[in-house]
T-cell receptor, first 110, second 116 residues
């Protein structure tokens, strides 16, 4: 089922530092995961995805790690920039539907 | 990437009226579209799955008579909030999937509904 958060935790980082955003997903049968970025008043924007047969996937400045044993995803952003400030959600694919985690607000300080 | 257009971006209506939100896939055909609802500072909650040519499937707790979904073509799905009340005020977001199965979702820009 879906995971809904009542409060958004905030991660504050200095510009240029690396950021790590974590997500716990709910269903061990989920086989595909996506990280989305959402800016205020906008729809989610795709960042990176990973399938359950992988542990790690790298994109441009971003890396997703998947630990199926503990049902945990992380998103690593290298050299964080002010434009990275947003809310980040992980989404899990379960029975061809996507359910979203509770989200983390990333605040990048200049 | 694929483009999903959602309209209107913002709507204000009186209590008791109905509001229709459109979601279009502009450069691809979407057999399946999804409707989400989001309250401030909260996550996206899946409301329903819209299937072209068939009835939508609703998540548990979502009233199908309240939130009417029509997916008349491979590029258009509509969500109608019927007899809207202030508690229906929310950010509604549609998404569409390219292909079937395990493929990424692309999202519209969302509709902020305010019911007075």
């Amino acid at each position: 089922g879906e995971s809904v958060g009542l409060h958004l935790p905030t991660l504050s980082v200095q510009e240029g530092d690396n950021s790590i955003i974590n997500c716990a997903y709910s269903n061990s049968a989920s086989d595909y995961f996506i990280w989305y970025k959402q800016e205020s008043g906008k729809g989610p924007q795709f960042i990176i995805d990973i399938r359950s047969n992988m542990d790690k996937r790298q994109g441009q400045r971003v890396t997703v790690l998947l630990n199926k044993t503990v049902k945990h995803l992380s998103l690593q952003i290298a050299a964080t920039q002010p434009g990275d400030s947003a809310v980040y959600f992980c989404a899990e694919n379960n029975f061809n539907k996507f359910y979203f985690g509770s989200g983390t607000k990333l605040n990048v300080k200049p | 990437g694929a483009v999903v257009s959602q309209h209107p971006s913002r709507v204000i209506c009186k209590s008791g009226t109905s509001v229709k939100i459109e979601c279009r896939s502009l450069d691809f055909q979407a057999t399946t579209m999804f409707w989400y609802r989001q309250f401030p500072k909260q996550s996206l909650m899946l409301m329903a799955t819209s299937n072209e040519g068939s009835k939508a499937t609703y998540e548990q707790g979502v009233e199908k008579d309240k939130f009417l979904i029509n997916h008349a073509s491979l590029t258009l799905s509509t969500l109608t909030v019927t007899s809207a009340h202030p508690e229906d005020s929310s950010f509604y977001i549609c998404s569409a999937r390219v292909g079937t199965g395990n493929e990424k979702l692309f999202f519209g820009s969302g509709t902020q509904l305010s019911v007075l």
